[in-house]
């Protein structure tokens, strides 16, 4: 059985310049507009922290609780465990906070972008299961997806590391979805 897939969103013809507007990205013979946060930076994004640390009993615990008595929260964590040592990433609501924490204590770190990703349900199926179809129609490559807690008031939320954030937010936008800045992270306490 084959099955097919077209792509939904509205396209533009290509226009052939030597450099497109600032506001605007071409992909795959498209172009499309890029999305605008309240910061003013041309992609929304959320800073993922990979911390390094030693593969032992807790570590974690150790980690996680430097962050006491300051005002940054963990909205997501995901472990990667090594024989010796182990990499664990954070989405904070203060990343710069966090990462000025993190120095002061002497953790070693890496900072990377994700698309945070609101999925509401509708009737053309799961909210995961849309984004990965549309990523897919604009070959973007999905590295890792992991779950973080914004609100429990709000619908529920995904990180994702692409190999495109910017073509990747487009794309999503175009779709429908809400796409979430670190802003939003901060005033959805």
């Known amino acids: 059985m084959t099955a097919t897939f077209q792509a939904s969103w509205p396209t533009k013809p290509v ?3 030597k450099s497109p507007p600032h506001d605007t990205i071409i992909r795959m013979g498209t172009i499309r507009e890029r999305p605008i946060t309240k910061r003013g930076r041309d992609t929304p ?6 911390v390094f640390v030693e593969n032992r009993v807790g570590m974690l615990a150790t980690l996680v609780g430097i962050f006491d008595g300051s005002d940054v929260r963990t909205l997501a964590l995901t472990v990667m465990q090594g024989f010796d040592c182990a990499i664990v990433r954070f989405v904070f609501n203060d990343t710069d906070l966090a990462t000025q924490i993190l120095r002061q204590r002497g953790y070693h770190f890496s900072i990377c972008e994700l698309v945070a990703v609101e999925m509401h349900h509708s009737r053309d ?3 995961l ?9 604009a070959e973007i490559d999905i590295h890792y997806v992991y779950g973080i807690i ?12 692409v190999d ?3 073509l990747a937010s487009a794309v999503l936008s175009e779709e429908h979805f809400v796409i979430l800045d670190e802003t939003d992270l901060n005033s959805k306490q």
């Open 15 to 17: 226009i052939f310049c």
């Open 129 to 137: 299961a849309r984004i990965g179809k549309a990523l897919l129609a």
């Open 45 to 50: 994004c959320v800073r993922q922290v990979s």
């Open 150 to 161: 914004v609100s429990p008031h709000q619908y529920p939320t995904v990180v994702i590391h």
């Open 164 to 166: 495109n954030p910017e």
């Open 125 to 127: 199926g799961d909210g």
